[in-house]
């Protein structure tokens, strides 16, 4: 592993003990994404389906409540820990397992569909991940991206850091701040979708990746905003999720 994806994983082993789950801001957040997963892959050739950059499996677990099939990878093997622990207190048989989105270790066209949330901006090389992501599809296979525009600008917001920490008094908000700043600020140039992804951006590079059937998810139809009450009132970046089809 390359001295860049060792720090992104470095840092997702620290953040793990402290991500949390959709259901840690409510129920009907919880419930939102599982909604909105299972409208997205519907009417995907099969059952077998993957989680890129699982995180601590939500996704991966909202699949399989919808009968899939589940495999779910992640770089950080703190997170997977975090997954496995998730779906066993939800008795689901979901395989995880360490990962790279870049060079996924499948046979090409392994997966009915593929899922990923909030993972886009931090990978060295976007575009050679789709590739893969469409490499391991099947014909007529789903893929379910989710990702927003959430203005990382680190070096700009420097004195922003130092007053969250001094408010924060050393709280987890504070401190989940400065150990991104410490971990990200020397990567920014290296990823190309750093400060966030645009909706426009992600159809350019599902395009260019040779997926079809580009289509956006109208969020504004969302009964409950997916990322809480709290991002709402903060004036939360905008996101986006859309699917395609290989």
Do not use: C
């Not at 099969?46 to 601590?56: E, H, S, V, W």
């Not at 899922?115 to 976007?126: A, C, G, H």
Request: hydrophobic share 40%.
């Amino acid at each position: 592993m390359n001295k860049i994806k060792t720090s992104i994983r470095n840092y997702w082993d620290w953040r793990s003990s402290s991500y949390g789950v959709d259901a840690d801001k409510s129920a009907a957040i919880a419930d939102q994404w599982q909604i909105i997963v299972h409208q997205m892959v519907k009417g995907a050739p099969g059952k077998r389906a993957l989680d890129i950059g699982t995180g601590t499996g939500q996704l991966a677990v909202y699949l399989a409540r919808a009968g899939f099939d589940v495999t779910a990878i992640d770089i950080s093997a703190a997170m997977i820990a975090e997954a496995r622990k998730h779906a066993a207190d939800q008795r689901l048989q979901i395989e995880f397992s360490t990962g790279d989105a870049e060079a996924l270790d499948f046979a090409d066209r392994t997966f009915d569909v593929i899922v990923s949330r909030n993972l886009l901006w931090t990978l060295p090389r976007p575009h050679q991940a789709l590739m893969e992501w469409r490499r391991v599809l099947k014909p007529g296979g789903r893929l379910m991206l989710s990702d927003g525009y959430w203005m990382n600008t680190t070096w700009k917001r420097v004195h922003r850091l130092f007053f969250k920490m001094v408010k924060s008094r050393g709280r987890n908000g504070g401190r989940v701040s400065l150990h991104f700043f410490r971990a990200y600020a020397g990567l920014q140039k290296r990823l190309p979708l750093y400060e966030g992804v645009s909706l426009d951006t992600a159809v350019d590079l599902l395009q260019t990746a040779r997926f079809q059937a580009v289509t956006p998810y109208d969020t504004d139809r969302l009964s409950v905003h997916p990322y809480g009450a709290t991002a709402v009132k903060n004036g939360f970046p905008p996101f986006f999720i859309a699917s395609a089809t290989r």
